[in-house]
């Protein structure tokens, strides 16, 4: 059973800061299992579409979302297997719930529940 558990979200004012975390537990990430797969961060504002945030590869090439370039940081750590985003410079565009995936090399994905991050302007 894969469980992926998010925090770290809450309310910011714009221009500050928070550090999302989200730590995976089950059975695929058993040993050093957690580092082949891609993880990621994805978020959904109300009455839009899930969107990529930032992606880190198992070799740790990233990926950002044009609108987050510059200001966010995606992470890994494997030992902990927990991937970790650092948002800096929020925007009140930024505010959504934010989703931790884990791609597998089968192209399975698996979906924490989400934690919500609110920049109020």
């Known amino acids: 059973q894969v469980q992926l558990v998010e925090s770290g979200g809450g309310l910011v004012h714009a221009g500050g800061s928070l550090r999302l975390s989200c730590v995976a537990s089950?059975?695929?990430?058993?040993?050093?299992?957690?580092?082949?797969?891609?993880v990621g961060w994805y978020r959904q504002a109300p009455g839009k579409q899930r969107d990529m945030v930032a992606t880190i590869a198992s070799g740790g090439v990233s990926n950002y979302a044009d609108s987050v370039k510059g200001r966010f940081t995606i992470s890994r750590d494997n030992v902990k297997k927990t991937v970790y985003l650092q948002m800096s410079s929020l925007k009140s565009e930024d505010s959504a719930v934010y989703y931790c995936?884990?791609?597998?090399?089968?192209?399975?994905?698996?979906w924490g529940k989400g934690t919500l991050v609110t920049v109020s302007s």
């Open positions: 089950g059975t695929i990430f058993s040993g050093t299992m957690f580092s082949i797969h891609t």
């Open positions: 995936n884990i791609n597998t090399p089968y192209d399975m994905n698996y």
